[in-house]
């Protein structure tokens, strides 16, 4: 048969129950090095200069995260002395090399990396060099070294 006529609309229900206030995570924190720098293996690398620090501690050579949480790190640096193979920077938890984040330096390009870590209360992060002769990082059209430091979740 035909499709009957279409009835009319019911009643309204009633409003549900208001959410909870969202939270805005505002965590982060980016220093820089503007000049260059010599590396020494196993010495975490200086950024003196705050960009920016939301709630986040930042001191001369690294950046403490002061609650449990995910985070986006992400670092670079510029243009080395001498090129990669054995000589790397990588991202350090509590003065342990994350050997997943290592970035090869290299004489004609600079280098960066960025990762999703998930990060204790009170986690200090560094960037800690690997090298074999002595390196020095160029802060030519740039700083020699950044990091940043974001809570996403």
Do not use: C, H, M, W
């Not at 720098?37 to 010495?43: A, E």
């Not at 090129?83 to 997943?100: L, M, P, S, Y």
């Not at 330096?105 to 690997?130: M, Q």
Request: charged share 10%; proline share 4%.
């Amino acid at each position: 048969g035909i499709q009957g006529i279409q009835g009319a609309t019911g009643a309204t229900g009633p409003t549900g129950p208001t959410g909870a206030d969202a939270t805005l995570i505002n965590q982060n924190a980016t220093a820089v090095n503007t000049a260059a720098q010599d590396l020494t293996s196993g010495t975490a690398i200086t950024f003196p200069t705050v960009v920016t620090n939301n709630g986040l501690t930042v001191a001369n050579n690294s950046i403490t995260v002061p609650e449990a949480g995910t985070y986006l790190v992400s670092f670079g640096f510029g243009k080395a002395s001498v090129d990669g193979e054995t000589n790397n920077v990588a991202i350090a938890i509590n003065g342990t090399t994350n050997t997943n984040t290592q970035r090869a330096t290299e004489s004609e390009a600079s280098n960066s990396g960025t990762f999703v870590l998930t990060l204790s209360a009170n986690d200090v992060i560094t960037l800690v060099p690997t090298v074999a002769a002595e390196t020095t990082l160029s802060s030519t059209a740039g700083p020699s070294v950044y990091l940043t430091v974001v809570r996403i979740f």
